[in-house]
């Protein structure tokens, strides 16, 4: 995130991001990586699917696997609600499907607002976080959804059978 920052900073656009929650925190993704937000839909479960892969839906005659981010995070499970949504992105080259407790909203962080993540919470299995972003008397932490599955999990990602 520091290259993506310093490279901001020198253009002074603002980051643009989808803020969502889980829990009581709220994070966010740079909008470029979500592709489409959705209810939340019935999850087929895979046989033999990666541990960290909750199933696949059918999205307009296309199977995306689907990620439940708490459990990624190492959160409790939470009860599905009426705010459950998945965020469809892609990360590399595949489409796969988050869930989030809720989405928030699209904002403009002024690129003054960003910081890098404190030492304390960059370290190790938080490389998929680029930065704090505040917003007044908000914190949003700012995800690298790339970094959010190893290497080895995307692609183990890949050899799952999906057809629709």
Do not use: W
Request: proline share 4%.
């Amino acid at each position: 995130m520091k290259e993506t920052i310093d490279k901001l900073q020198v253009s002074g656009e603002p980051v643009q991001v989808v803020s969502f929650n889980l829990g009581k925190e709220e994070y966010g993704v740079d909008i470029s990586q979500v592709q489409e937000i959705i209810r939340m839909v019935e999850i087929t479960h895979v046989p033999r699917a990666p541990h960290f892969m909750e199933g696949v839906i059918n999205l307009r005659g296309q199977l995306i696997p689907i990620i439940d981010l708490r459990t990624r995070f190492s959160m409790p499970r939470a009860l599905l609600t009426k705010s459950t949504r998945i965020v469809v992105t892609e990360i590399g080259n595949k489409r796969v499907g988050l869930i989030v407790d809720s989405v928030s909203e699209v904002l403009n962080i002024p690129i003054e607002q960003v910081e890098e993540a404190p030492d304390m919470i960059a370290g190790a299995g938080t490389e998929y976080i680029q930065g704090v972003g505040k917003v007044n008397d908000r914190l949003i932490i700012l995800l690298d959804l790339t970094m959010v599955m190893s290497g080895d999990e995307k692609d183990e990602l890949d050899t799952v059978e999906l057809s629709a």
